[in-house]
């Protein structure tokens, strides 16, 4: 059995695993050990600005995320399966295209002369072109379109697993609808939304075209410092730390939640 | 429940909205693509084939066109049959440590891609396979693995072992056995594990941009660094071709996990 899984195994340790281990050691690691990388990162005003900002704009992903994909959720967890179907296929088809496809559009809707300025325009309601991309607002749009599907599909597999019977219990004992939804349907499914925000808010930690190719060069994430610190600045050691930062970050908050939730939960869902 | 209450139809007004937003973008690259004009306009001018011929006389987009398909097949050949032995030995196995493998093997999912696109960069230039096919290759079998992996152990969830049990005491052998009875019982899952490592390989942006160049840079690459420069409509036929080309092969993936029930 273990022969089984060794070339799946042997791909993954030698094109992941090691190469973080490399990046782990190369941040601590340059003719001899030095802490030196991570004392900018910890210090330095453009790192602590870049982590603060990415922190930022992740919770506003993720709260924006939510209050979109909630009622989606709901609706496809109260519709005839076919309309179920229907809703959720609208929901994954955008997540089987191209990022950088999706980023592409968002930048033509977007755009000084793009589709939306444009018909604006055209409609007379607006005389100049509204500043809707290259700026942290064409970001979070785009990036909240992208992580979308990670918020709504783990909301729905939870809401599927709370009893119908238990919402007409409530009614029948005199609760409106909407007092119902409050004290029955939305404590059930807190696991769905932790799941959920979890996933958006750890990939939009690490997001990269969209803050790219729609912020405009303003809007630093950690991921742009990454790259640029290797592609432009050839500051490897100042990468590397910078990537284990973010590393760390992210699996202490994948820790946290799985005191509170199982992980499988939070994975399973792709 | 089927009242129409205020709040249930603002839950339908909101739903549509956001599940036009979802839609949206994606639908409306494929105008942009057979417009004549050089600029997005409000409305569209006249219909033209022209950012097509521009796509497919150009010379660089067809090979990184080609870098693309090869990339993707290569990446499927391998991925699925190391991603379907490996689910196989999971769902198979009571050994603990098979656990911490599965999670192991999901790992591509869970580090941030940036960090594992420079990461094997500077692996890559340790070993001389920048701008290499076969590095480029490996390391989309390495983010395709866990879509053959999640798949195949769905598949295999539903697949009763004692089936081939019986086949091994009737006489086969375990290879065989697992062809003849396991491997047509779980082959739907199989195939739409192939088809999503396939169209992650094709998708695949990130990890290029670092260590893909040269003659060996896949389309995404190309269009990422063109998408920097200026707004070429070119990109929007291409990627029009590319969502078509996702979408059909999830229609296939989806019809064949239909009939596996």
Known sequence: MLALVSPAL?????????????????????????????????????????????????????IIALLLGYPVAYLANSVPKGWSILILSLVVLPFWTSVLVRAYAWLALLQRTGVINQLLRYLDVISEPLALA?????????????????MVLPLYATMQKIPGDLMQAGASLGASPSLTFARVFLPLSLPGVLAGCTMVFVLCLGFYITPELLGGGRTVMVSMLVSRNVELYNQFGAASAVAVVLLLSVLLIFFVVSRFISLDRVLGQK | MTRISPPRIALYVISTLVLVYLILPVLIIAPISFSSARFLTFPPPSFSLRWYQQYFANPAWMQATRVTLTVALLTVVIATPCGVAAAYAISQSKLRVMRVIHMTLLLPLVVPIIITAVGIFFV??????????????????????????????????????????????????RLRSFFAVTLPQIKSSVVAGGIFAFISAMDETIVALFISGGQYQPLTKRMFTALRDEIDPTIAAISTLMTAASFMLLLLASTRQKRSG
Request: hydrophobic share 55%; no cysteine.
């Open chain 1, 10 to 62: 042997l791909v993954i340790l030698l094109l992941i695993v090691l190469p973080v281990g490399w990046l782990a050691w190369q941040s601590i690691y340059h003719d001899g050990f030095t802490l030196e990388n991570y004392r900018r990162v910890f210090t330095e005003d453009i790192y602590w600005r870049s982590f603060a900002l990415t922190f930022e704009i992740s919770l506003a992903v993720t």
């Open chain 1, 134 to 150: 290259h700026n942290t607002f064409g970001t979070v749009v785009a990036t909240v379109h992208i992580l979308l599907p990670f």
């Open chain 2, 124 to 173: 890559y230039a340790k070993v001389g396979l920048v701008a290499t096919l076969p590095g480029l290759v490996l390391a989309n079998v390495m983010l395709g693995l866990p879509y053959v992996v999640i798949s195949v152990l769905a598949g295999l969830q539903s697949f009763d072992p004692a089936q081939e049990m019986v086949a091994r005491s009737l006489g086969m052998n």
